[in-house]
């Protein structure tokens, strides 16, 4: 089975920082990979898509890259409302999810 | 556009069946190429992929999960259900419905999410 990885688990960092999460497959998934954001008693909402692709409406400070085992989501300029929590979800075969990255302020 | 709203119980006991319905609007359950999903999400947990129906009524669960659950479609009302038997306290969670959609070929990603209901597993 596929196993992801995300890390780190949870970062401190402040207004207008540059951030990245980092999502790793314990195989190679191609772009089969998706990223969300999730705040606390809401539902995920889909940020980036096959990797690199921004979702619709999605700011443009959000960025996606990698393929393969390795995938990366950027935040280029942290807004107060990118506070939330982070999930990577492969597609390559049933869905999984990673363990998810926790944006907290500093 | 697509919005999905769950309904069911908010509580069940040990050994009994979880049931849950999802209603959509904006798109219809039997017509199309989108995945009709189930997720769950423990308290202060990651999120875990249950199952899906696709348009054409087919199938799919997590292994882990297969031979408790059931993932059905009313295409009368454009809904569609999850059941779960022999739940345990451990299954206790926000379930969530979404919409899988392919929206670069092959690769799916859930594009449209309800807000979750809260089942907890409980004498």
């Known amino acids: 089975d596929i196993q992801m990885t995300q890390s780190p688990s949870s970062l401190s960092a402040s207004i207008g920082d540059r951030v990245t999460i980092t999502c790793r497959a314990s195989q190679s998934i191609s772009s089969y990979l998706n990223w969300y954001q999730q705040k606390p008693g809401k539902a995920p909402k889909l940020l980036i898509f096959?990797?690199?692709n921004l979702q619709s409406g999605v700011p443009s400070r959000f960025s996606g890259s990698g393929s393969g085992t390795d995938f990366t989501l950027t935040i280029s300029s942290l807004q107060p409302e990118d506070f939330a929590t982070y999930y990577c979800q492969q597609s390559y075969n049933n869905p999984l999810f990673g363990g998810g990255t926790k944006v907290e302020i500093k | 556009q697509v919005q999905l709203q769950e309904s069911g119980p908010g509580l069940v006991k040990p050994s009994q069946t979880l049931s849950l319905t999802c209603t959509v609007s904006g798109a219809s359950i039997s017509s199309g190429n989108d995945y009709w999903t189930w997720i769950r999400q423990p308290a202060g947990k990651g999120l875990e992929w249950i199952g899906r129906?696709?348009?054409?009524?087919?199938?799919n669960y997590n292994p882990s999960l297969k031979s408790r659950v059931t993932v059905s479609g009313d295409t009368s009302k454009n809904q569609f259900s999850l059941k779960l038997s022999s739940v345990t306290a451990a299954d206790t969670a926000v379930y969530f419905c979404a919409r899988g959609v392919t929206l670069v070929p092959g690769i799916l990603s859930f594009d449209s999410w309800g807000h979750g209901a809260l089942v907890t597993v409980s004498s």
């Open positions: 129906i696709y348009s054409s009524g087919s199938t």
């Open positions: 096959a990797a690199s």
